[in-house]
Nanobody, 130 residues
């Protein structure tokens, strides 16, 4: 069973940049679409960004489009979320996720819906101070 481990979350100031990493335990992740979600305290989990298995397709939430970028390095079994111009409202626990559903591999798509994902990391805290 593949495991996902997030890292890189920390306390930063508004306007700063940060890069989160999601490392997979084995190379089965190469065939999975991957996503980033976040959950602020007391709020529902929300979609942030996703990338298809090949890396050719990406999806972004409106709130982060133009500021965040998702990428993957399949040689390292790692997915990244580069965050620029961070705002206090970006404060949340960030989770990486993978989907084993073959439809997304076949379509080389990047699903933006939480229900599409069935493997989850434990999360990494990002705090943005004003």
């Amino acid at each position: 069973q593949v495991q996902l481990v997030e890292s890189g979350g920390e306390l930063v100031q508004a306007g700063d940049s940060l890069r989160l990493s999601c490392a997979a335990s084995d190379r089965t992740v190469l065939s999975y679409a991957m996503g980033w979600f976040r959950q602020a305290s007391g709020k529902e989990r929300e979609f942030v960004a996703a990338i298809s298995w090949s890396g050719s397709a990406t999806s972004y939430a409106d709130s982060v489009r133009g500021r965040f970028a998702i990428s993957r390095d399949n040689a390292k079994d790692t997915v990244y979320l580069t965050m620029n111009s961070l705002k206090p409202e970006d404060t949340a626990v960030y989770y990486c996720a993978a989907t084993r559903d073959a439809r997304y591999t076949s379509a080389d798509s990047a699903p933006s819906y939480m229900y599409a994902y069935d493997l989850w990391g434990q999360g990494t805290q990002v705090t943005v101070s004003s």
